[in-house]
């Protein structure tokens, strides 16, 4: 069978990690929960400095609200669960998160700032 000209010959596969608040969350007063997010914010600017997250930031006007952000890592999906229990907001227990693989064409996403490669470029494997 001929190959579908709609899959693409390469692929891109990024890990990506969406960060979700639980709905079990502790409840924290205004000002720990200030000191929460400028902890939680500290640390994913690490990450960023450090070259291991190469992009994250929260969202908005989602269709579920329970969904907070999102951070591209350029690590293996392990590594990324290992930083992420790290996050003082997921020690916590404010967020929890999900960590998956992202394969897009090859070549349709850039990162400027990231310092090297970002994931790893793949084929789909033929049936």
Do not use: K
């Amino acid at each position: 069978m001929p190959r579908n000209p709609d899959i693409p010959d390469a692929f891109d596969v990024y890990t990506v990690v969406v960060l979700r608040r639980p709905a079990d969350a502790p409840r924290f007063s205004d000002e720990e929960l200030d000191a929460l997010q400028a902890r939680h914010l500290a640390y994913r600017a690490e990450l960023v400095r450090q070259g291991v997250v190469v992009v994250n930031g929260p969202f908005d006007e989602q269709s579920d609200p329970s969904y907070r952000g999102m951070s591209i890592f350029a690590c293996d999906h392990a590594e990324a669960a290992r930083l992420s229990d790290g996050d003082p907001s997921v020690a916590a227990g404010r967020l929890s998160y999900d960590v998956m693989e992202w394969w897009v064409r090859a070549g349709s996403l850039v990162f400027p700032l990231a310092d090297g490669p970002v994931g790893d470029r793949r084929s789909m494997p033929d049936d």
